[in-house]
């Protein structure tokens, strides 16, 4: 029998669930078929961890992709060897041959279910140990080796696997609810989408467009963000929203300084009547507290009491540069930095308040007619389902926006 590749992935904070444990589990088990995709996927559970192998992926996508799912802490590549202490033994030298050139310290970590295999635990970490020593001279360090080498015995087969790499952490998608991102084309809010999956949120996406004044830009690089941000979701739906009638007739009713603050509580109305008919049950913003004017402390809690929905901001604070790190990680960062012509800076006034107040605003907006503004904008929404999966070709490749 040929080596077969496969996968040990270690659950991430699941482990602290109590009584919720396996539903946690089955929900990211579920998670990674969809990742993995195909039909012959074997997931098997083995305590803190399973024992994932995927026939139809070579072993590098294999991993790539386990470790974009969610609630995975540690993904480690390993193989499956016929059960005899040799097999077990020739592909661990096999795997450690890699790192010959450091001479690492190392030691042999054995864990045997069931008890039909010939050996103990310590008398098989030993022979493996031996052969290893006498194949590369290394230092064996029982406490704190450069290289664990991980033996998984089962009742019939043996997993051996020396690398370990980081996976996303965090909590399956799906297992703490369901929220309606705020999309804009920015640095920010791709990135408080991944942070809100990363805590078990399924998210779909609005992005607000000032079409018919501004070209479509900004929708293209939203979408492009959708669907990068697939990696850790794979299906959401994105609702854009065309509103640059509506902030035009805001501007009309006299705004002013209030400008920018009364298009933010346009936005969440419009959002908030999505979330409620999608089932989303709060809404997220990559807001972060005096980022720029509109985000002041009084503008947020200005901007929030034209919501019923609670507005989650992941990255209440978190300073721009290590948002654009976090942008650069998680592969959104590129698209963000695209031009465009944001809605945002639509008929915006030289002078923006840095403290507007509900009670101003809502004068505006009955001026305006907010109510009917958000039924026309509603109107005039469409909805996209991003699933890279299902073949849909990536926008950025299909427009050639980036090289
Ligand atoms: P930047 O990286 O330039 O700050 P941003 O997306 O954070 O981009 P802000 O002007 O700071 O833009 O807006 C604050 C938040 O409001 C955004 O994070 C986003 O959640 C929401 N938002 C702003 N503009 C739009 C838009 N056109 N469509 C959807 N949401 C938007
Ligand atoms: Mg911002």
């Known amino acids: ?14 482990t602290l669930k109590g009584r919720n444990q396996r539903w946690f589990e089955n929900t990211l088990i579920r998670n990674m078929r969809r990742a993995l995709g195909g039909r ?24 790539r992709r386990l470790q974009q799912v969610m609630g995975l802490s540690v993904v480690q590549p390993a193989v499956r060897v016929p059960f005899t202490p040799e097999a077990a033994a020739e592909a661990a030298i096999d795997l450690l041959r890699d790192h010959k050139e450091q001479s690492p310290t190392f030691a042999v970590r054995v864990r045997r279910r069931g008890k039909t295999f010939p050996l103990t635990s310590d008398q098989l970490a030993a022979y493996i140990g031996a052969r290893v020593c006498r194949e590369f ?34 909590l399956p998608v799906g297992c703490t609810g369901r929220a309606l991102v705020l999309l804009s084309g920015g640095y920010d809010s791709p990135v408080a989408a991944y942070r809100s999956m990363r805590r078990g949120l399924q998210c779909d996406y609005v992005h607000f467009t000032g079409a018919p004044y501004t070209d479509p830009a900004s929708t293209y690089k939203a979408y492009a963000l959708a669907f990068q941000l697939a990696r ?21 009713a006299g705004s002013g300084p209030l400008q920018t603050v009364a298009h933010r509580r346009l936005y969440l109305r419009v959002a908030e009547r999505l979330a409620r008919r999608h089932n989303n049950q709060v809404l997220v913003t990559g807001d972060s507290l005096g980022q720029v004017a509109s985000q002041t402390l009084a503008n947020l809690v200005a901007t929030d009491d034209a919501a019923e929905l609670p507005v989650l901001r992941p990255l209440i604070g978190w300073d721009k540069q290590e948002i654009i790190a976090e942008a650069r990680r998680i592969g959104t960062c590129d698209i963000s930095t695209l031009p465009d012509e944001d809605c945002c800076r639509l008929f915006t006034p030289p002078e923006v308040s840095t403290r507007a107040t509900p009670a101003e605003l809502v004068e505006v907006e009955a001026r305006a007619d907010v109510d009917a503004l958000v039924a026309e904008s509603l109107a005039q929404s469409y909805s996209i389902v991003v699933a890279p999966g299902t073949g849909q070709r990536s926008p950025t490749e299909a427009l050639g926006l980036i090289g």
Request: charged residues 25%.
């Open 232 to 252: 850790y979701q794979p299906r959401a739906r994105l609702h854009v929203v065309p509103i640059g009638r509506a902030q035009k007739a805001l501007a009309t």
């Open 137 to 170: 001279g290394w230092t064996v360090d029982l406490r704190n080796p450069q290289l664990p080498v991980v033996v998984e015995v089962d009742p019939t087969e043996i997993f051996v696997s020396v690398d370990r790499l980081p996976g996303q952490g965090g």
């Open 1 to 14: 029998m040929d080596p077969a590749t496969c996968v040990l992935a270690k659950f991430g904070e699941i």
């Open 40 to 63: 012959r996927i074997d997931i098997r559970r083995r305590g803190g961890f399973l024992i994932v192998s995927a026939p139809h992926l070579g072993p590098e996508e294999l991993t």
